[in-house]
């Protein structure tokens, strides 16, 4: 029942920024963790980075110390700060949340990223 939309997706240069928004609706959360994994053309789907309930935060190598994700409890909203992006970031980025409580999983439909000059 829970359904998440991702925004901010787009187009940006190298070395430039960008904040995806994934905002979700329908069942409470109360254990659970949430975030954002990625998927470039030809390649696996990847983590990026994951938040719990409790701001445990966890990123991919490829982005540490670059991509900050943190998250609004009264929004139910998680958020991706994306800097010093580069071509390599260039994929589709999907939301997930993982909810404890139920032992389910859910995923967005994902926003495009484009890192280009």
């Known amino acids: 029942q829970v359904q998440l939309v991702e925004s901010g997706g787009g187009v940006v240069q190298p070395g430039g920024s960008r904040r995806l928004s994934c905002a979700a609706s329908g069942s409470i959360f109360s254990l659970y963790r949430m975030g954002w994994y990625r998927q470039a053309p030809g390649k696996q789907r990847e983590l990026v980075a994951h938040i719990t309930n409790g701001d445990i935060t966890n990123y991919a190598d490829s982005v540490k110390g670059r991509f900050t994700i943190s998250r609004d409890s009264a929004k139910n909203t998680v958020y991706l700060q994306m800097n010093s992006l580069q071509p390599e970031d260039t994929a589709v980025y999907y939301c997930?949340?993982?909810?404890?409580?139920?032992?389910?999983?859910?995923w967005g439909q994902g926003t495009q990223v484009t890192v280009s000059s």
């Open positions: 997930n949340v993982t909810d404890f409580y139920t032992d389910s999983d859910y």
